[in-house]
């Protein structure tokens, strides 16, 4: 793709200093786009690539007021938006059982009331620009399988996931909305989930690929789907999950082995 096939095009990722978030931020900035980023805390340092440095805005996605502000100061700066990347989420491991109603709510606020905010936000900017502008959501395969230990994350992913079905027709023709389901994403936070070095390797074995998948693996189909040679996509989900995980019970039968 053109190094400067965006260039004026403004880009909205929540999250985007670090992790997945990063790889995203990094992604656009490669094609020109002007991105600005959003988090409670400024990163160490704001993602930088080509000689184009992203801005970043403190604001917290779960408060009102705070995205009423970053909004605000999106259209005094640069007077559009052209597409928001909704990736802040996240959940500690906890079992079920164990959570508070707080807890499980303080996720679910997070992962899928935030995101609706955000988009709600996003579409009034983008229905008032004659290009109107494109929503991805980040998913996650745990919004489409067991989730054990983060189970008040998987369903909101999939409320996730049903959503962007209903915003997609809401918001036609001017707005496309979109899901990218990451599968299991190699990180700086890979240990808190696999564990050490030999729990990574173990883990990118149970994938058909042969690897976790990368934050630039995930920029890379975000920049995709915004792009116009993706113009009729809309309401739609893209895997991202390097074939997916091998099942279990191939390996637990005692027929059909290799």
Known sequence: MDNNS???????VTGGGKGVGRGITDEFLRIGAKVVVCGRNAPETLPSVGGRGAEFIAADVRDVAATDALFAEIAARHGRLDVLVNNAGGSPHCLAADASPRFHESIIRLNLIAPLMLAQKANAMMQRQPQGGVIEFIASVSGLRPSPGTAAYGAAKAGVLNLVTSLAVEWAPK???????????????????????????????T????????????????????CPAASYASGTNLLLHGGGERPAFLDAATANQA
């Open 175 to 205: 707005v496309r909305v979109l899901a990218i389901t990451p599968g299991l994403i190699l990180t700086e936070q890979a240990e808190m989930h696999y564990g050490d070095d030999q729990g990574v390797a173990k883990v990118a074995r």
């Open 207 to 226: 994938i058909p690929a042969g690897r976790l998948g990368t934050p630039a693996d995930i920029g890379a189909a975000c920049v995709f789907l915004a």
């Open 6 to 12: 965006f260039n004026d095009k403004v880009v909205l």
